[in-house]
């Protein structure tokens, strides 16, 4: 399965991103999925998640508020918006995607299991 994203990009603070993760090969709607980050010299970083049943999300007490996670089957991609965003926001985010996941279990994966996209640099600064 591939995952390829974009829309990452330099943005001043207080601005809006929207990422995306498309897939080719499969159909997302079966697929839990996850957005994760990692910042320089930093864990990575679960952000959001969403799970393959019921739509149940997850969110980050950091970005509660000003992220939101959604799909679009039509175009068998899942966005991420990001809105108010902070200086603390910068960092590499990736996709992540396992088939018939529950909202946590997507959020704790392993790097070496499920799909990844490439990553996408986000770069929140004046």
């Known amino acids: 399965v591939q995952l390829v994203q974009s829309g990452g990009g330099l943005v001043q603070p207080g601005g809006s991103l929207r990422l995306s993760c498309a897939a080719s090969r499969f159909a997302l709607d079966y697929y839990a999925i996850g957005w994760f980050r990692q910042a320089p010299g930093k864990e990575r970083e679960a952000v959001s998640c969403i799970s393959s049943s019921d739509g149940t999300t997850y969110y980050v007490d950091s970005v509660k508020g000003r992220f939101a996670i959604s799909r679009d089957s039509a175009k068998n991609t899942v966005y991420l918006q990001m809105n108010s965003l902070k200086p603390e926001d910068t960092a590499v985010y990736y996709c992540?995607?396992?088939?018939?996941?529950?909202?946590?279990?997507?959020?704790?994966?392993?790097?070496?299991?499920?799909?990844w996209g490439q990553g996408t640099q986000v770069t929140v600064s004046s």
């Open positions: 992540a995607a396992e088939f018939l996941l529950g909202v946590q279990a997507m959020c704790s994966i392993s790097p070496h299991d499920g799909s």
